[in-house]
């Protein structure tokens, strides 16, 4: 059977964490329109007649501005000698200076790249895409060039397809029911953070993260699970954008992020949450690994 690891690489909000999770067929990594969502490698394992691929869904590429961005990036640069093939993305609207600077850092693993164009559903004119497919093949000699949408699941099945050909023969590394390296409370408090991102302003995604205090049975329904956590920013004035008018944003915010933690976890829970304001966290290792950043 084929076996082997990709790393999914490219520019923010280019799509790489809802093309992994497509691929797996199951939630994985959270997904915004903000940019810089993720913040660890994320492993996401897909298991198909032909083998098993093991995907690595990592930061978006840009300046670090912070201790946190910093790491973001070696992260990133980890991924190349470690995947049998770099999955590198880039939009179906064209090539940007981003996306060519990315190029720049991956010639020298010329041996393993395929290209990624996401987003096709949203051209307009589909004349367009030939000649995007004919400029890339210019730029660079990619293993393969593969169209797609990972939001629409357009030409999926090609895109594994073409993973799988340039795959080595071996032994699984996973077992066929393993889908993801995440823990339970990191995926909890990823759920939590997605639903703050999604309901807040433009300068508050990147100052939030997210810590689980307490995950217990209910002492007088133990079939609920009680759940506490605190949305730490690194601002004052972002903590009242946070709870809003009367407590209703947070109150938004809460319900979003249990009602996909039931599914989750398959059963009720009742869910605590607190905002806290840590100054600076993004600048201090000790606290970005305690919030799961770097441990992983």
């Known amino acids: 059977m084929k076996v082997g690891t990709v790393s999914i690489i490219g520019r923010p909000n280019v799509g790489k964490s809802t093309l992994l999770n497509n691929l797996i067929g199951n939630k994985v990594s959270i997904i915004s329109p903000k940019p810089a969502t993720t913040r660890i490698k994320i492993l996401g394992v897909m298991n198909e007649e032909e083998g098993?691929?093991?995907?690595?869904?990592?930061?978006?590429?840009?300046?670090?501005?912070?201790?946190?961005?910093?790491?973001?990036?070696k992260t990133i640069y980890s991924t190349f000698e470690e995947a049998d093939l770099l999955l590198f993305l880039i939009e179906a609207k064209g090539w940007k200076q981003?996306?060519?600077?990315?190029?720049?850092?991956?010639?020298?693993?010329?041996?393993?790249?395929?290209?990624?164009?996401?987003?096709?559903?949203?051209?307009?004119?589909?004349e367009l895409l030939l000649p995007l497919i004919d400029e890339s093949a210019?730029?660079?000699?990619?293993?393969?060039?593969?169209p797609f949408s990972a939001l629409k699941n357009k030409n999926i099945d090609r895109l594994k397809k073409a993973i799988f050909s340039h795959l080595?023969?071996?032994?699984?590394?996973?077992?066929?029911?393993?889908?993801?390296?995440?823990?339970?409370?990191?995926?909890?408090?990823?759920?939590?953070?997605?639903?703050?991102?999604?309901?807040?302003?433009?300068?508050?995604?990147?100052?939030?993260?997210?810590?689980?205090?307490?995950?217990?049975?209910?002492?007088?329904?133990?079939?609920?699970?009680?759940?506490?956590?605190?949305?730490?920013?690194?601002?004052?004035n972002l903590k009242s954008i946070l709870i809003g008018k009367d407590g209703r944003k947070i109150k938004e915010i809460g319900k979003l992020a249990r009602e996909?933690?039931?599914?989750?976890?398959?059963?009720?829970?009742?869910?605590?949450?607190?905002?806290?304001?840590?100054?600076?966290?993004?600048?201090?290792?000790d606290l970005f690994r305690r919030f799961g950043y770097g441990n992983i």
């Not at 098993?52 to 990036?73: A, C, H, R």
């Not at 999604?198 to 810590?211: G, M, N």
């Not at 329904?221 to 759940?227: A, G, L, R």
């Open 168 to 236: 080595p023969e071996g032994e699984p590394f996973f077992p066929p029911d393993k889908i993801t390296n995440l823990p339970l409370e990191y995926m909890i408090s990823e759920i939590i953070r997605e639903k703050a991102i999604l309901k807040t302003y433009k300068e508050v995604p990147q100052s939030i993260a997210v810590e689980v205090e307490e995950m217990r049975e209910g002492e007088k329904d133990k079939s609920v699970q009680v759940i506490r956590a605190n949305i730490i920013v690194d601002r004052e």
């Open 52 to 73: 098993q691929v093991v995907f690595i869904d990592t930061p978006g590429f840009e300046k670090s501005k912070n201790e946190l961005g910093k790491y973001m990036l």
């Open 138 to 146: 210019k730029k660079f000699n990619f293993l393969e060039i593969v």
């Open 98 to 126: 981003e996306d060519e600077k990315i190029l720049d850092c991956l010639k020298e693993y010329s041996d393993r790249i395929i290209l990624g164009i996401n987003k096709i559903d949203l051209l307009k004119n589909k």
């Open 260 to 285: 996909e933690i039931e599914v989750l976890l398959g059963k009720k829970v009742y869910l605590e949450l607190w905002v806290k304001v840590i100054e600076d966290w993004r600048e201090k290792p």
